[in-house]
């Protein structure tokens, strides 16, 4: 397994940017800067939410594991009065606007967002997003592998850990690995519409075409 090391990253105005051969991805990840302040707040009204949860098999042979979250509101992804997406977005939106400004564009739409709770043995496999920019904040982090995404057909892991916030192109193919421990991992996922040139038609172009041929563009090398 390979990780994303320092020679594919730039910082920049406190944004890591990691280059990918994958169609020229840019991955963007910075540090939360409220992170500290708002944790354990925002854990609290998470653990209140209603939530469903997810066990399915394997769904496809090249698979080597299906999906198992214990906890996640991804049915009410698009209601922005939960009480914790209400706490939670007057700091999200002072982080993102330092993604819109290195990758070049001049507002975004939020479209989905929803929270991920993953315990001992939980996992979600291979998956692309819809719109054209997914993103992950780490709330709560175990140890071991956080997130890791499939470059010319092997997979590598993401070098991040609690407080970060990381975006990439929706049709990058990413998964979240097995929890090994009894540490109970939390994430805040998202999907987002950037607005303001051209590369977004361009972008979801290449979306459609990576979700048409999805299973075949990595086939047995992603294990």
Known sequence: MELIDAKD???QKGVKVIKTSN???KILLKSFDTHGEIKDKLLDLINSQQSESIEQPRTHPTAK???NVS?????QSHDYNRPWVEYFLPHFERNYNEFINELGYKSFQLKDIWFQQYEQDDTHGWHTHDDNYTGVYYLEMPTGP???ILVDGETKDLQVQEGDIIIFPAFLIHRAPVVSDNNRKTIISFNVNFHGTERIDEDEQILLDVQKN???SFGDNAK
Request: a negative charge.
């Open 9 to 11: 990253t730039q910082i």
């Open 71 to 75: 906890r996640l509101d991804w049915t």
């Open 65 to 67: 594991y299906g999906d």
């Open 146 to 148: 956080k997130t890791q």
């Open 214 to 216: 999805f299973f075949d």
């Open 23 to 25: 169609v020229n991805s």
